[in-house]
């Protein structure tokens, strides 16, 4: 392309370089924005919810106007009635609450009334199933022990052959599903996310031969799905797996 039409083609473009500009804006800009939305409305939704708890005079509009209301600067300033939404609050009550809650539950009075409720509960039919299960789910994703945790990530053949999809190794099957399916290997529990909300998904059983284990890790497989395959575990070069520290082979002299 010769100078002059490179001028040229700059004329009739005049706006081109704002535009540059305002779409690479946008890539700093969006993602901040909406970070911060998602968190302000789930401030808020949680505020909601615990707020209405709280006593009207221990709300901070309130302790504030009594402690602030005569002051006849802060009047100027603000008016005759103070109307102050601090988000977070509900937050922070949430989150007290919870771990007092989880203070008492790990004592014998705790434990001693939580089994009594429990036994009450047990006694309710459609109650009882509904909390046994919500019960498991708490416990298998809160849990602080290392065996409820996904194992590794992996790749199976779903929804049928030559299709591969990636998923979470769980555990080995045992009891009565590891005995019915007529298979001579072991037997692995697996769960398949969905995308883009990896929260729900499948429980496949499937033989150890149909699991390929994969080098990355679960947090990198689950920015995988998360991003319907835009963000890969190396990021410098996603086409080599990611780069595994190992640790130095002695050798004998």
Same mark, same amino acid.
């Given at each position: 392309?010769?100078?002059?039409?490179?001028?040229?083609?700059?004329?009739?473009?005049?706006?081109?370089?704002?535009?540059?500009?305002?779409l690479?804006?946008?890539?700093?800009?969006?993602?901040?924005?909406?970070?911060?939305?998602?968190?302000?409305?789930?401030v808020?939704?949680?505020?909601?919810?615990?707020?209405?708890?709280?006593?009207?005079?221990?709300?901070?509009?309130?302790?504030?106007?009594?402690?602030?209301?005569?002051?006849?600067?802060?009047?100027?300033l603000?008016?005759?009635?103070?109307?102050?939404?601090?988000?977070?609050?509900?937050v922070?009550?949430?989150?007290?609450?919870?771990?007092?809650?989880?203070?008492?539950?790990?004592?014998?009075?705790?434990?001693s009334?939580?089994?009594?409720? !429990?036994?009450?509960? +047990?006694?309710?039919?459609? =109650?009882?199933?509904?909390?046994? $299960? /919500?019960?498991? #789910? @708490?416990?298998?994703?809160?849990?602080?022990?290392? !065996?409820?945790?996904? +194992?590794?990530?992996?790749? =199976?053949?779903?929804?049928?052959? $030559? /299709?591969?999809? #990636? @998923?979470?190794?769980?555990?080995?099957?045992?009891? !009565?599903?590891?005995?019915?399916?007529?298979?001579?290997?072991?037997?692995?529990?697996?769960?398949?996310?969905?995308?883009?909300?990896?929260?729900?998904?499948?429980?496949?059983?499937?033989?150890?031969?149909s699991v390929?284990?994969?080098?990355?890790?679960?947090?990198?497989?689950?920015?995988?799905?998360?991003?319907?395959?835009?963000?890969?575990?190396?990021?410098?070069?996603?086409?080599?797996?990611?780069?595994?520290?190992?640790p130095?082979?002695?050798?004998?002299?």
């Amino acid at each position: 392309m010769t100078e002059h039409e490179d001028h040229t083609r700059r004329k009739r473009r005049p706006f081109a370089g704002l535009r540059n500009n305002f779409l690479a804006g946008l890539v700093v800009v969006v993602p901040i924005a909406v970070t911060m939305w998602m968190i302000w409305t789930f401030v808020g939704w949680i505020d909601s919810w615990v707020l209405p708890f709280v006593p009207a005079r221990y709300h901070p509009d309130a302790l504030i106007d009594t402690l602030l209301g005569d002051n006849e600067w802060f009047k100027m300033l603000f008016g005759e009635d103070v109307r102050i939404n601090v988000r977070g609050l509900g937050v922070v009550v949430f989150l007290f609450f919870t771990v007092l809650v989880g203070w008492v539950a790990k004592g014998l009075i705790g434990r001693s009334f939580l089994a009594w409720g !429990e036994r009450i509960v +047990d006694r309710m039919p459609i =109650v009882r199933s509904l909390y046994n $299960g /919500i019960k498991q #789910i @708490a416990e298998t994703v809160f849990s602080q022990s290392t !065996e409820t945790k996904f +194992d590794k990530a992996c790749l =199976v053949e779903y929804p049928r052959k $030559g /299709i591969w999809a #990636i @998923a979470f190794i769980s555990t080995k099957a045992k009891g !009565e599903i590891d005995q019915k399916i007529p298979v001579d290997e072991d037997i692995i529990s697996v769960f398949l996310p969905t995308t883009p909300n990896p929260t729900s998904g499948f429980l496949l059983f499937v033989p150890r031969h149909s699991v390929v284990e994969l080098a990355m890790t679960v947090e990198d497989a689950a920015k995988l799905v998360i991003s319907a395959g835009l963000v890969y575990p190396n990021g410098k070069n996603p086409s080599q797996p990611p780069v595994i520290s190992q640790p130095p082979v002695i050798k004998p002299e």
